[in-house]
């Protein structure tokens, strides 16, 4: 079954603290995507992948960091310096940069 | 860049009316517009696209139009039904692979 696996669904976070959020995609796309959804926004771009082990930063890439070691992952990590980082995270995948593929997201909640 | 506006931001119908969600896009090199909706607890999935070199499209209920000369764009859904309720974001691509989303509108079909 083809698709955009995230993991995990529900995450947990103390204050200074890095968490790493999973995106792995077995539709053999070239590009991924992390967006950042927020209640009444909409959704913003933070990194994006078009091949292995090469990555641009989107609007709102402070606190964020990522790698492509290979094609089918696209980590992200939210750092101790993204000073907001309750969200809802979506991951996406694309070929030909059409249409975009989504995960069924992680919720960040930041205790 | 690119700025896209959206409105309204929610709608309520009752079962069987036409709702129309309507957004803007600023910059004249973008060439192409997906419609996603997301469900409640769900991941956005593409219900429609039209590309700039078309006025518009349709697929069952569902239509979009695209006025490039004003720079506007419009989902249409006819004989709507529960199952629409949902918050469909527009986008507006130009390539790079950026894509520029709307702040989403929380359509509710009333039974």
């Known amino acids: 079954d083809g698709g955009i696996t995230q993991s995990p669904k529900y995450l947990f976070r103390k204050e200074g603290q890095n968490v790493t959020l999973s995106c792995e995609q077995n539709?053999?796309?070239?590009?991924m995507y992390w967006y950042r959804q927020d209640p009444g926004q909409g959704l913003r771009l933070i990194y994006y992948?078009?091949?292995?082990?090469?990555?641009q930063k989107g609007d709102i890439a402070e606190g964020y960091s990522v790698s492509r070691e290979k094609k089918e992952s696209f980590p992200l990590t939210v750092t101790s310096a993204q000073k907001n980082p309750t969200a809802f995270y979506l991951c996406?995948?694309?070929?030909?940069?059409?249409?975009?593929?989504f995960g069924e997201g992680s919720r960040l909640t930041v205790l | 860049g690119e700025n896209v506006e959206q409105h309204p931001s929610t709608l309520s119908v009752q079962e069987g009316d036409s709702a129309v969600i309507k957004c803007t896009y600023s910059?004249?090199?973008?060439?192409?517009f997906p419609w996603y909706k997301q469900e409640l607890g769900k991941r956005p999935q593409l219900i429609i696209d039209?590309?700039?070199?078309?006025g518009e499209k349709k697929d069952q209920r569902i239509a979009v139009t695209l006025n490039k000369t004003a720079k506007h764009f419009s989902l249409h859904i006819t004989e709507t039904q529960p199952e629409d309720s949902a918050v469909y974001f527009c986008?507006?691509?130009?390539?790079?692979?950026?894509?520029?989303f709307g702040t989403g509108t929380s359509l509710t079909v009333i039974p």
């Open positions: 910059d004249s090199a973008s060439n192409y």
């Open positions: 539709l053999n796309h070239d590009a």
């Open positions: 986008a507006a691509y130009k390539g790079g692979n950026q894509f520029y």
């Open positions: 039209i590309r700039s070199n078309v």
């Open positions: 992948s078009q091949i292995v082990n090469d990555f």
């Open positions: 996406a995948s694309s070929i030909a940069s059409w249409e975009l593929f």
